[in-house]
């Protein structure tokens, strides 16, 4: 059996010294942790800093005229995975909320909790439930990034689809109630939510005049370089992640998340299986796409409309991208890459083998 998992970075290529080592395929375990700070003009840091947050690898650059925040990055980070999203973790507001399924009096999540909630859940209720929340349960039976991957039995698959679907999900503010059964992961919107929580404390702090901060797959531009050049952001090769099919060119504040079926998958019996599920049949979703980055104004929407834009396919994604004023570049299974209208002008094909489509 093959199997693979990567620890996925999207890069910004004014990122010089992380790309050499990304380049070279690093991983979470050789990269470790680590931080630098360098002088850069007119007096402004710049602070940089590596760490494996959120199960992923982490990267924050700030560009400061006073402290250095990318420890707050990485501890903020942390702390939204442990108190909040990460089912994983014991205590945390989902951890709680999937051990109440089945209670009907339900419980009391934090504000934060529920403002991601709600948005998730709108986000589900506009795919049509191709993102969909509670898909973890499924996600756990295949283990595609786990030490069993497998092709599930027919039978166990059934009866979890049965107990999943977003609609077991009852939020009203703060209380929520969720179905016997049922159960919630965060797992396609953690690392949009923590660009979020990092531009929240980069705007209380007003030396700050730009920073990116890329977590696994997403990443958030922030205010300006010093040198006030764009930001540029690589868009992964899904024949070869340590290589890039084109770059973003973006000025201020974006955010942008990239699912792709080559970041986590195994082989049985000649097939090949990936980690974003079609939450309509419990299998992976076969959209004929291998990659789909979203820009947009929020880390949580970028990330969760990355994960059910996959699972759409390029024309069912369209009018979902446009209620969420949102853009996209979707690479085929044959090398098209498409690219939305409002930033076609701002993508660059790098890559030969790949070829801009039109429809
Ligand atoms: P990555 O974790 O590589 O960034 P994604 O952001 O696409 O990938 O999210 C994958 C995670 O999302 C998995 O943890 C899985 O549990 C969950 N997931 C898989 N399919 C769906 C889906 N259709 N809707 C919502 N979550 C999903
Ligand atoms: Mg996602």
Redo the contacts with the bound molecule.
Sequence with gaps: MVKKKRH?LTVELGCAALIASLLSGCSAANQGQSSREKTSVSGVMEYDRNNVVMG?LTKAVIYSSGKDRTKEVMERLSQVENDAISWRVEGSDIDKLNKSAGHPSGVEVSEDTASYLKKTLEL?KNTDG????T??K???LWDVDGDHPQVPEKEELKQLLDESGYEKIQQDGTHVVLESGASV?F??????IGCDEAKKLLENDSDVCGAVISV???ILTYGTKPDESDWKVAITNPDNDTDYVGILTLSGENYV????SY??FFEQDGNTYH?????ATGYP?ESGLVSVSVLTDNGLLS??L???C??LGKEKSLPVLEKYEADAIFIDENHKVYVTDGIKNKFELVRKGYELAEE
């Design positions: 996925k992923t589900a191709a993102f969909d929340p898909m973890g499924i996600s756990r992961d797992g396609a919107v953690g690392k949009g696994g797959g997403s998340s990239t699912s792709g970041e986590k980690h974003i599920m079609d939450p979703a990330d969760g990355s994960t059910a996959f699972v």
